[in-house]
């Protein structure tokens, strides 16, 4: 029996704070699991799985820590270092790997730290398997044999095949980019620069303490110095990325910013331009105009759990070729590999802002106009999430209707909504909040707020 907290096994990937719950035991013991796990599903004795991290000061200890583990099962590892996990995941594919591991804990503060998994074809090991992955680390049940390791470039078939893939599409334009002093920085503004675009960078020498702000592109407030970079060098688009580079922020050319929603929706409108018909997947957490303007541009929208593995997996069953989420997940698998690339989303926002002969404003202009709140992450403990959101979805079923898939999305009528659910990343709530006019969106935020205070457990 490990002493492992059972809390960092969330539901699409391991995380948690460094020390106490991620450490070197941790990481070893991880990859002695994955490996034996990926070894069962494959029925080889030597599989062979990428590992890279992010650009956090405790990652090279943990990426060691994992390639130990991995190793002892006998696996032969690709050890790419500090990367990107939109290159990970492309490694995978390219190379027709058996799995990868990641170590990083994305947008969340510098002190905490993680592990994503995943399978063939950068398929996301999630969900139910990684808590059957908890359990055989306390069942200590690992196979043994010999592996090797080797020092692999990563980064430079991904850039060649993005910057082909791209190739011109930046001609013209001018970007801010912000990588928040995340492990991107310097692959993705080599990347923009060599299809054509004139970029103004912010923070993008890694650094794993983040001393300007947090990476995490889906708060407003990470991407204020963005917003006037590009107003002050009068520049086309401004594109925010997260601490290892697969969430996405968009600002226009007024420097405003634009929201999750409105990326799905250039990216659906010029994806069903070209394949009528087609589904486009995404979450409980998005907004209601997802579905009426899929609808209305020949698409079938189909919404899912939140979270990028099952956006994933949702796709998968689906047969779908995009899909998003609210925190900046985008899939874009026309033409490419089927799993979440943040850069590969940005470019193809590009190419439709470049072709449009519009600005990225007046393309969202066309959209409809929808109020949201912020979301709120109200702190809530993770032993008592569950029992918060069932007591707040009983009490709003008392009123109005409720769809359950993934915590509570209450229906207020008129096209107002609000999400409540529980994070599965951190210990908090998620609370989302839009309506088509500020008055009524005053009007659910009063309601919402006025059943959360009734919870000691939350705090605001």
Not at 250 to 270: F, K, M, T, W, Y
Request: charge should be negative; aromatic fraction near 6%.
């Amino acid at each position: 029996m490990s002493n492992l907290n059972p809390h960092i096994f969330r539901a699409y990937d391991i995380r948690g704070h460094v020390g106490d719950q991620i450490t070197d035991e941790a990481c070893e013991l991880i990859g002695k699991a994955f490996g034996s796990t990926v070894r069962g599903m494959y029925d080889m004795d030597h599989p062979r799985i990428v590992v890279g991290g992010d650009a956090r000061t405790h990652t090279p200890g943990f990426i060691d820590a994992v390639i130990r583990g991995l190793v002892s099962t006998g696996c032969h590892v690709l050890n790419i270092g500090e990367t990107p996990s939109p290159i990970n995941y492309f490694t995978i594919c390219d190379q027709g790997l058996d799995g990868g591991i990641q170590v990083t804990a994305s947008h969340n503060p510098k002190d905490d730290n993680g592990i994503k998994l995943q399978v063939r074809d950068a398929v996301a090991h999630s969900g139910d398997d990684i808590q059957i992955l908890r359990k055989r680390i306390d069942a200590d049940d690992f196979l043994t044999g010999d592996g090797q390791v080797e020092e692999y470039d990563a980064v430079t078939p991904y850039s060649d095949h993005i910057a082909t893939m791209f190739a011109g599409v930046g001609e013209g334009l001018t970007v801010g980019l912000d990588t928040g002093n995340g492990v991107a920085g310097p692959v993705y503004l080599d990347i923009l620069e060599k299809i054509g675009c004139t970029v103004t960078g912010l923070y993008i020498e890694p650094d794993g303490t983040f001393p300007n702000h947090p990476a995490d592109p889906s708060k407003a407030v990470t991407l204020k110095d963005l917003q006037e970079s590009v107003k002050e060098h009068d520049l086309d688009i401004g594109l925010g990325f997260d601490g290892d580079g697969d969430r996405l922020g968009l600002v226009d050319e007024h420097g405003n910013i634009r929201s999750a929603d409105e990326a799905i929706l250039l990216l659906a409108q010029d994806h069903l331009s070209r394949h009528p018909g087609k589904p486009v997947v995404f979450t409980v957490s998005n907004s209601g105009a997802l579905e009426s303007e899929i609808l209305k541009w020949g698409g079938r929208p189909v919404m899912c759990i939140v979270g990028h593995s099952y956006v994933e997996h949702t796709m998968t069953h689906e047969g779908a070729l995009l899909g998003g989420e609210q925190s900046g997940h985008f899939f874009c698998g026309e033409d490419y590999y089927p799993y979440d690339d943040a850069l590969v989303a940005a470019l193809r926002i590009l190419k439709i802002v470049s072709g449009a002969g519009k600005t990225l404003s007046e393309m969202c202009s066309e959209f409809p106009t929808v109020y949201q709140a912020q979301e709120l992450r109200p702190h809530c403990d993770d032993d008592k999430k569950e029992n918060v959101i069932a007591a707040a979805i009983e009490n709003f079923q008392k009123n109005y209707p409720v769809e359950t898939m993934d915590g509570g999305r209450v229906d207020f009528g008129d096209g107002a909504w609000a999400g409540i659910r529980q994070s599965n990343t951190s210990p908090c709530l998620s609370i989302c909040l839009e309506a088509r006019s500020p008055d009524k969106l005053d009007e659910i935020t009063l309601l919402v707020m006025e059943e959360m205070s009734k919870y000691p457990e939350v705090s605001f």
